[in-house]
């Protein structure tokens, strides 16, 4: 019970004083709160996966994530991400996603990673094959 009060105790304060939550992670940083009030419920568009594949392996039960593409596009590597986030909270499992390029481009580095940069530092990276 202690833990779901200061649970919600958090949340409440955080909601009335956002500045020293941000200040406690980024001190030395300049920022400006927009808002506190941003939609909680997570609501994806309905995507549909290239192909998802459940394995059992020696380690339980995993699913691979193949997305296919003719050639590069900006916004793969966050779609990928989103779709291997879904799948992982629909499935309650570890999944493992692959990008299959028909024409890869010598031009594009890194194409197998979405992340989220805060003040020109990475917070969040997810990398896949």
């Known amino acids: 019970m202690a833990r779901s009060t200061l649970d919600q105790v958090l949340k409440e304060m955080s ?3 956002p500045d020293p939550f941000v200040y406690m992670l980024l001190p030395h940083e300049k920022f400006r709160v927009i808002s506190t009030k941003l939609d909680k ?3 994806i568009k309905t995507r549909l996966t290239d192909r998802a594949i ?7 039960k995993r699913i691979i994530h193949f997305e296919f593409q003719l050639r590069y596009r ?7 991400f989103v779709y291997s986030g879904a799948l992982t909270a ?3 499992m570890p ?3 692959f990008l299959l390029l028909i024409k890869p481009s010598r031009l ?3 194409f197998g990673v979405y992340h989220a940069d805060l003040f020109n530092k990475t917070t969040n990276e997810f990398t896949f094959q």
């Open 41 to 43: 419920e997570l609501t």
């Open 15 to 17: 909601e009335l004083y």
């Open 54 to 60: 459940m394995l059992e392996t020696a380690e339980g």
């Open 90 to 92: 629909k499935y309650e």
């Open 108 to 110: 594009v580095k890194n």
């Open 74 to 80: 900006r916004k793969i590597a966050e779609r990928v």
């Open 95 to 97: 999944v493992s996603s």
